[in-house]
């Protein structure tokens, strides 16, 4: 039996089970004022706040809503929305959830959307680190811009100029290796547990990430001009920590999603480890030595170990890729973009050019035969 509607201001909740409530309100149309009502499956407080949401756009008196009011009304389910269509990460989400909770609810979210002062903010944002003031106005304005759309505030305070924090220099780490020095460096990590994720990145263009979440079974050895190469897809990733992968396809952007492809006698070598992992049942190329892959933060740490004095980043083995890949082998431009994971720039590269994997195998191995001819 539904239990007894709670008195309100304005509207109705009536709750049928803890899962079900039943709202009702006035509204005004072109046909005069009518009742409105909806049954939703939700909480009693997820129904409060879309009757809180319908009040501040249909009541005579509507009420200006507070930022953090703003926030859950239209930001969340906004933001919801752009996950599940896979406009926005879910891992985005969640940081600005968490710079929302620890940063901007704090001052803000009190704070009627039609009452920001500049100078406050402007002041606020000052004291805050870069990081966390660029979360900010993101998110802010996109909540600011919710509140002009429904004529509850006149302009967006926070798409101001405002000053913001710059973050102070650092040193960073640089270097690559040119050709010679890659495959020296491959000669000492032979048999390690890095020696895969190496060959990957150094010889194959993929990120640090993913030159961790490569699978044996998906390493295939095939033959372009007289050329060996290993084919591979790059299709997932691992993260700083943790035991395993992100899901297929939750890469950097949804065209680093590809196949890249190593040429002999790397990609020899890195298939040839493949199978080395198939035969002794491991499910990763980049297998931590207890049939789960490494993550970032243990690969940095065996990188730097086994590498000693000549390590550079990790991270710059991609640099060196494609600085052998277009000087020493002269592979073509618009091939090292798809290799790499990028969009090639202008009309073509965006809108009409589509390599297959044999594209891309027969433009690696003519240009390795003609760099070995010349």
């Not at 006149?154 to 690559?176: I, Q, S």
């Not at 207890?290 to 990188?303: E, K, M, V, Y």
Request: proline share 7%.
């Amino acid at each position: 039996m539904p239990r007894k509607k709670q008195r309100r201001a304005w509207g109705s909740i009536t709750s049928v089970s803890k899962d079900k409530q039943i709202i009702r309100w006035p509204e005004n149309t072109p046909e005069g004022r009518k009742r409105r009502s909806r049954t939703l499956r939700c909480t009693r407080s997820e129904a409060d706040l879309e009757l809180a949401r319908l009040r501040v756009m249909h009541a005579d008196d509507r009420p200006v809503p507070t930022i953090g009011d703003a926030y859950r009304m239209w930001y969340l389910p906004w933001i919801d929305r752009r996950v599940q269509d896979g406009r926005t990460k879910p891992n985005t989400r969640e940081a600005y959830a968490i710079c929302w909770r620890n940063v901007i609810a704090p001052r803000w979210d009190s704070v009627p959307v039609d009452s920001v002062q500049p100078a406050k903010a402007q002041e606020w944002l000052l004291t805050l680190s870069v990081g966390n003031a660029n979360h900010a106005v993101v998110i802010l304005r996109k909540v600011l811009d919710f509140a002009v759309q429904y004529e509850l505030a006149e302009t967006n305070k926070f798409r101001l100029p405002y000053e913001m924090p710059v973050r102070k220099a650092a040193v960073r780490r640089t270097g690559t290796y040119d050709l010679a020095h890659a495959e020296a460096m491959l000669e000492r990590l032979r048999g390690t547990i890095v020696e895969a994720p190496y060959i990957l990145s150094c010889f194959g263009s993929a990120r640090t990430g993913e030159s961790l979440g490569v699978k044996p079974d998906e390493v295939e050895l095939v033959e372009s001009r007289g050329i060996k190469l290993a084919v591979v897809p790059i299709v997932r990733r691992m993260e700083k920590t943790g035991d395993l992968p992100l899901p297929d396809g939750d890469l950097k952007n949804p065209q680093s999603v590809r196949t890249t492809v190593i040429p002999e006698p790397y990609g020899v070598l890195y298939h040839g480890i493949a199978r080395q992992r198939m035969a002794d049942g491991s499910g990763w190329m980049a297998d931590r030595g207890d049939g789960l892959p490494l993550d970032i933060n243990s690969l940095t740490h065996a990188w730097e170990s086994a590498a000693g004095a000549d390590a550079i980043p990790f991270a710059n083995l991609r640099n060196s890729w494609r600085t052998i890949a277009q000087y020493v082998w002269r592979i073509d431009y618009d091939t090292m973009e798809f290799l790499m994971g990028h969009i090639p720039p202008g009309i073509s590269g965006k809108h009409y050019l589509r390599p297959t994997v044999e594209n891309l195998i027969e433009a690696v191995a003519h240009a390795m035969v003609q760099s070995r001819a010349s």
